[in-house]
Structures are given as structure tokens and as C-alpha cells.
């Protein structure tokens, strides 16, 4: 059966940028959320000294939970050979951060958008840029995961490969068993595709999940792909919510999970509003997960 994780994204800037919340903090509040681990983002204050990594996993395992998953954001289509050489480098920090804090796992993706860029250039550009990772995640025993992203909080332009045919081709473009998909269902809402329509295209190499719901505060569905060409970036009909009472089918979406044998880790990444919405999240996926990876003999 998946294991539950949760991610502080309602806390990213406490964290990564003023310093106001600890990872103390963070984990004594996602403590009772009762899940079995909690992501990491590469970015946090008190992780950019690497000698305090094993003093972060020993807070979270000594609560009882694992960090399963290092959320990072590479920016593999830089055009400048010495800058995206220095993403390379930052990546294979990230990775041996990984492996140091217990992850299995740890985010790449495509990097931004830029305008000069074609579809052609810029795919071989990211495709080499992972591939020149994989070594080093093969010598560390973690596997790169690869999300269907919207955009990096702190980044100018959106996903190089935020679009369903443009992500499709990347992943199938890297065989490797230390790669795979992180499947997050809301953003392709966000590039104006059909989730489920993704996810059966990339099920098979699906490993882990982030799991989050969008609602719609105006119009339809039709709108939002008309909506700039279909919704680039974050548009302004889609909000946040709690996991289940938004635009994703749940159920449909861990059938199809089910069906190819997925078994890894699903991370929550709702709960913008707060640690009542996350607890609410939390309680509906592990209701969900149960239905659906039933113990044996139920």
C-alpha cells in the first residue's frame, strides 16, 4: 500500500526565506497529521549547511516518520553551457542531500520557459542535463523523479515541459531505472490538459505522487482552456483546496495507480491554507488509499 507524506506549503517562505519557522517548528506541527513522512524542499535555510543534514533526519525520524522525497528545481534548460553546468553541479548537491537525509527520492525537473527557446533545443538540452545527474543518483541509491510542474516559486517563467506532449516526450526520451514520473494531478490543470488523460500516459513510470486539489471560482472548465491559450501559469479561476472537494477524481486516479502496481510514496501538497486544511487532506487520502490498497483479507 502507498505511504502518506506530507510537504509545508503553506509554510515555504517561513522556511526558505525570513527564517520565522524552524524545521522544528515544522515538524512538531505536522506531527499529529499522523502520516508516515514528511517531503523536504532543497531550498530550506537550515539545510544549506550540509554538516546539519543528519541532525534533520534524526528530528524526523525521531518522531517517527521518514523523509521519503527532496523536492528540488533544477533549471536545466539555461542556454548558457557554464550556467547550466552549474545546475548539473547544484543538482548532484541535491542528490547526495537526498541520500544523507534517507530520501529515495529526489525532484529534477525541465527547467523554465524561455521565449528563445524551440521545443527541439530545449529537450535535448534538459534530457542531457538529467542524464549527466544519473550517475550520481545511481552512486547514492536515489531515484530522480521528474513532475509534470507548473513553475518554481521563485522562478520568472513557467515549466520548459509543463505541457502534456512536451512531458510525455521528455520521459519517454530517458530510459533508466534510477528515473521516473512524480504525478501531480492538479497541474495539469494548470497547463490546461486532462490529468487523468496524463497519468494514463504515464503510469507505467509513475513512482511517486503529489497529491493536491484545485477548484474552480469562476466559469468552466472550457474557460480555463481558453484562458490564455490554455492556462499558462497559475490561472486565476483555479484555487487551492482541500483534497477531494476539488476538480480531481481521486478515485478514478488511484484505479489507475492500482492497476500498474503503484505502490510509493503520495505527498500531500495542499494545506495553503493552514495545518486544519493539511489535517483534512490527510484524513480523506488515507481514507482513499484504504479503499483502494485494501490490507489482506478485507
Not at 501559469?233 to 500498474?260: C, M, P, T
Request: net charge negative.
Amino acid at each position: 500500500m502507498p505511504r502518506l507524506a506530507a510537504f509545508p506549503k503553506a509554510y515555504m517562505r517561513q522556511l526558505v526565506r525570513d527564517g520565522t519557522m524552524t524545521l522544528r517548528d515544522w515538524v512538531d506541527l505536522a506531527a499529529p497529521l499522523g502520516v508516515d513522512g514528511l517531503e523536504f524542499y532543497s531550498g530550506f535555510l537550515e539545510l544549506a549547511d550540509p554538516a546539519r543534514w543528519p541532525e534533520a533526519r534524526r528530528l524526523v525520524e525521531g518522531r517517527g516518520m521518514v523523509i521519503p522525497m527532496l523536492c528540488c528545481s533544477p533549471d536545466f534548460s539555461q542556454p548558457d553551457p557554464e550556467l547550466r553546468r552549474q545546475e548539473i553541479e547544484r543538482e548532484k548537491q541535491w542528490i547526495r542531500m537526498a541520500a544523507t537525509l534517507g530520501a529515495g527520492y529526489c525532484r529534477v525537473l525541465s527547467g523554465q520557459r524561455r521565449p528563445e527557446l524551440t521545443r527541439s533545443q530545449g529537450l535535448d538540452l534538459v534530457v542531457s542535463a538529467i542524464e549527466a545527474c544519473l550517475p550520481e543518483a545511481e552512486a547514492c541509491g536515489v531515484t530522480l523523479i521528474i513532475e509534470n510542474h507548473y513553475k518554481d516559486d521563485f522562478w520568472s517563467y513557467p515549466e520548459f515541459a509543463q505541457k502534456m506532449d512536451v512531458f510525455c516526450e521528455l520521459v519517454e526520451r530517458i530510459r533508466h531505472p534510477r528515473f521516473g514520473v512524480n504525478y501531480d494531478p492538479s497541474n495539469a490543470f494548470l497547463a490546461g490538459d486532462d490529468p487523468l488523460e496524463l497519468l494514463r500516459r504515464v503510469k507505467h513510470r509513475v513512482v511517486t505522487m503529489h497529491a493536491s486539489d484545485r477548484y474552480l471560482i469562476e466559469g468552466t472548465l472550457e474557460d480555463l482552456r481558453r484562458e490564455e491559450g490554455g492556462a499558462e501559469g497559475y490561472a486565476r479561476r483555479l484555487r487551492h483546496g482541500v483534497i477531494g472537494r476539488g476538480l480531481n477524481n481521486y478515485d478514478a486516479i488511484f484505479s489507475e495507480l492500482r492497476g500498474v502496481g503503484f505502490d510509493g510514496w503520495v505527498s500531500i501538497e495542499d494545506g495553503v491554507d493552514g495545518i486544519e486544511q493539511l489535517a483534512e487532506s490527510a484524513r480523506f487520502l488515507r481514507r482513499k488509499l484504504q479503499e483502494h490498497w485494501p490490507a489482506p483479507g478485507r
